[in-house]
Antibody
Framework: QAQLQESGPGLVKPSETLSLTCSVS?????????WGWIRQPPGKGLEWIGS???????YYKPSLKSRVTMSVDTSNNQFSLSLNSVTAADTAVYFC??????????????WGQGALVTVSS | SYVLTQPPSVSVAPGKTASLTCGGD??????VHWYQQKPGQAPVLVIY???DRPSGIPERFSGSNSGNTAILTISRVEAGDEADYYC??????????FGGGAKLTVL
């Protein structure tokens, strides 16, 4: 079974960069699955941020595209999210997830437990 | 952007059937996926591709999709089914879109 674990600072200052890493166990990030980041503001719904393939190709939510970068680190079996110029509106629980199988249009069947990131000075 | 509309709340008595709807323009032409999320937990995929169940999901969960509405049906509802439910589709404009979520309350 896959296990995913988000890690990174829980507090980020406005205008700075939010950086999170998702450590994967049980599967290789290079095994053909696709990987995603989804966030959830407190008390609100889910918002997809972006997805990355095992080969490092990416799709980002259009409204966030200018601020988002995702990458895969095969040597450490992890993938990461970077979101720059953050504001209070970026405060959320950030989830990493794995797709059911390879493909951009495939839903996510394994999720990390989530990491709360608060944007505040 | 592609908008998915879910009623904010649905209530059902134990043992009865719950129907959670997800509305979208010609959603019947898309593959709809459903997630269950309990408080403080990550979402769990309960239905994918309109009506397929991942391994480990009870047969009580089923889905359908036609026209402008997709439906998640939960039969013989149990107290443990109380959760938020989100629909999701892939759209060429937004890529992944989620519905606003529906809170299922078991009376």
């Amino acid at each position: 079974q896959a296990q995913l674990q988000e890690s990174g600072p829980g507090l980020v200052k406005p205008s700075e960069t939010l950086s999170l890493t998702c450590s994967v166990s049980g599967y290789s990030v290079n095994s053909g699955y696709y990987w995603g980041w989804i966030r959830q503001p407190p008390g609100k719904g889910l918002e997809w941020i972006g997805s990355i393939s095992h080969g490092g190709y990416t799709y980002y939510k259009p409204s966030l595209k200018s601020r988002v970068t995702m990458s895969v680190d095969t040597s450490n079996n992890q993938f990461s999210l970077s979101l720059n110029s953050v504001t209070a509106a970026d405060t959320a629980v950030y989830f990493c997830a794995r797709s059911l199988r390879g493909g951009w249009t495939v839903p996510f069947d394994w999720w990390g437990q989530g990491a709360l990131v608060t944007v505040s000075s | 952007s592609y908008v998915l509309t879910q009623p904010p709340s649905v209530s059902v008595a134990p043992g009865k059937t719950a129907s959670l709807t997800c509305g979208g323009d010609n959603i019947g032409r898309k593959s709809v996926h459903w997630y269950q999320q309990k408080p403080g937990q990550a979402p769990v995929l309960v239905i994918y591709n309109d009506d397929d169940r991942p391994s480990g999901i009870p047969e009580r969960f089923s889905g359908s999709n036609s026209g402008n509405t997709a439906i998640l049906t939960i039969s013989r509802v149990e107290a443990g089914d109380e959760a938020d439910y989100y629909c999701q589709v892939w759209d060429t404009s937004d890529h992944w879109a989620f519905g606003g979520g529906a809170k299922l309350t078991v009376l």
